[in-house]
Nanobody, 123 residues
Framework: QVQLVESGGGLVQAGGSLRLSCAAS????????MGWFRQAPGKERDLVAA????????YYADSVKGRFTISRDNAKNTVYLQMNSLKPEDTAIYYC????????????????WGQGTQVTVSS
């Protein structure tokens, strides 16, 4: 089991940037893939980005390609989501999640979740 704590959410104007962080503790961080999900009111929780255990393989949803960047620092047990050129439609609760495998994508089951952090983008 792994414990995850997100931080870095907040209110930002359209076109602005935010950087989310997710600190992990528990089982070996460098052995599993990580993902960022988001859930807007009345919508399903969707995978936004994922990164493999090594950081060499990444996945992005089409809606965030070119604007968001996922990265990880295995020495600090932390995964990041840099969000640039934010749009009002990016408003959601963002969740960090850990997979049980080393490489993850949209069909991967993520077994551990953080509590979420709110991101609000004003127009």
């Amino acid at each position: 089991q792994v414990q995850l704590v997100e931080s870095g959410g907040g209110l930002v104007q359209a076109g602005g940037s935010l950087r989310l962080s997710c600190a992990a503790s528990g089982r070996a961080f460098s052995s599993y893939a990580m993902g960022w999900f988001r859930q807007a009111p009345g919508k399903e929780r969707d995978l936004v980005a994922a990164i493999s255990w090594s950081g060499r393989t990444t996945y992005y949803a089409d809606s965030v390609k070119g604007r968001f960047t996922i990265s990880r620092d295995n020495a600090k047990n932390t995964v990041y989501l840099q969000m640039n050129s934010l749009k009002p439609e990016d408003t959601a609760i963002y969740y960090c999640a850990a997979a049980d495998v080393g490489v993850a994508g949209p069909q991967t089951a993520f077994g551990s979740w953080g509590q979420g952090t709110q991101v609000t983008v004003s127009s």
